[in-house]
C-alpha cells in the first residue's frame, strides 16, 4: 500500500502554467494505476487525468490538450503539468492511488486561476 501527498498548487493568472506533484512512500508504486482528480466548490469530485501502471493515459476532454500527466517510478512520484489554466481549473486538485481495489487519495492541494 502507499500513501500519497501532493504539492504544487497555487494562484495562478488565466492563460498561466502549474505543475503539481505527488510523492508515494511505501512499496509497490509502480504497481499502482495513479489519478489526479479535481473537486471545485459546490461539485462532485470529477476525474482530471490518469495513467495506469502499464502507462496508458487518459484525460477529461476539458482538460485535454492543455494537462499532461506523467510518472517516474524509479521517484515514485506522479506529476501534473497544467498549461493554458482558466478561471474554471479553480478546484482542489487530488492525488489518487490503487491498486487491487484499495485506493489511497492526498490531501489535495488548492489551485485557484484568477486574475
Known amino acids: 500500500q502507499v500513501q500519497v501527498v501532493e504539492s504544487g498548487g497555487g494562484l495562478v493568472q488565466p492563460g498561466g502554467s502549474l505543475r503539481l506533484s505527488c510523492a508515494a512512500s511505501?512499496?509497490?508504486?509502480?504497481?499502482?494505476?495513479m489519478g489526479w482528480y479535481r473537486q471545485a466548490p459546490g461539485k462532485q469530485r470529477e476525474l482530471v487525468a490518469a495513467?495506469?501502471?502499464?502507462?496508458?493515459?487518459n484525460y477529461a476532454e476539458s482538460v485535454k490538450g492543455r494537462f499532461s500527466i506523467s510518472r517516474d517510478n524509479a521517484e515514485n512520484t506522479v506529476s501534473l503539468q497544467m498549461n493554458s489554466l482558466k478561471p474554471e481549473d479553480t478546484a482542489v486538485y487530488y492525488c489518487?492511488?490503487?491498486?487491487?481495489?484499495?485506493?489511497?487519495w492526498g490531501q489535495g492541494t488548492q489551485v485557484t486561476v484568477s486574475s
Open positions: 489518487r492511488a490503487t491498486y487491487a481495489g484499495w485506493s489511497s
Open positions: 511505501g512499496r509497490g508504486f509502480s504497481s499502482n494505476d
Open positions: 495513467i495506469t501502471s502499464g502507462g496508458r493515459i
